[in-house]
């Protein structure tokens, strides 16, 4: 029988029980419903709907495509790894340039570091339960790399292909992991996340480069097939925590529904692990990565 999603209600404090350290250990991903408050969830939608607000869609002509690589040269996106950048839906912009729909419901991602610059993204991705939850899975020193509102809007939200995301945060060792939050209800109709259990022992499929050029390509590394017959949905109510190890192949369907499924990510890195330059995430040395201390 294929292995399912391992799910268990968040511990008190935050901390992975050995039980729970076993399930992520052996699949390489855990669902914890009821990590974050419906209140928490609530605060940083608000927080995100002003950011909306003032966001000027004129400015960017972004669109964030997550079946090919064409937003790789866009400089917009390459230089986001110290900003606040909006990225747009496949497909939500006429031919006269004007969005289609609400700004919210255009989007595709804000990015990728509203946890270092906004303060009530700080607080939400550095409570005492994440800082616990993160040592637990064995970091030493994590630091917080990227973060992601993600809106995966009613009809227009995009699919997102099978992939790892040590391939595009890369350190050595490797030392990526993904904490994912359900803002809201994130089910198979509104494109949950999909994994495949157990495949983050398989090798590295695929690394990306950003070069001298400002290009930034996929280096393949393995062509072993991701086994797509074994992936099993994430089905996450709002509050829950979703962590994920850097090589667990996953990826989610296009949102078909009328519901929306806003989630917020965080990428966090151990800082003893080299990261290398040719990374296409950078920030500046004006905004140095930061832990979980307040
Ligand atoms: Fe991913």
Sequence with gaps: ???????????????????????????????????VSADACAALRRRTLELIDDFDPSTVDTVFSTQTDEHQADEYFIGSGDKIR??????????????????EDCLNKIGHAMHDLDPVFDAFSRTPELANAVRSIGFRDPAII?????????????EVVCHQDSAYIYTEPESCVGFWFALEDATIDNGCMH?????????????????????????????TPYPMHLRQPAEAPAGSLVI????????????????????????????????????WLQRGDDLPLRGFDS
């Design 146 to 158: 990227q973060s992601m509102y993600i809106f995966k809007s009613p009809r227009i939200g995009g």
């Design 86 to 103: 909006f990225f747009l839906e496949d497909g939500a912009v006429d031919g006269e340039g004007q969005l289609k729909a609400a700004k």
């Design 244 to 279: 994920f190890d850097g090589r667990a192949p996953h990826m989610s369907g296009p949102n078909r529904s009328e519901k929306s499924r806003h989630a917020y990510t965080l990428h966090v890195i151990d800082r003893s692990c080299h990261y290398p330059d040719d990374n």
């Design 195 to 223: 994994f495949i259990p157990g495949g983050h022992e398989s090798p590295l499929r695929k690394r990306n480069h950003r070069y001298a050029d400002g290009s930034v390509l996929d280096e393949v590394l393995d062509e």
């Design 1 to 35: 029988m294929n292995k399912s999603v391992p799910t268990f209600v968040c511990p008190d404090g935050g901390a992975l029980s050995a039980e729970m350290l076993a399930a992520y250990e052996d699949a390489g991903v855990i669902i914890l419903t009821d990590f």
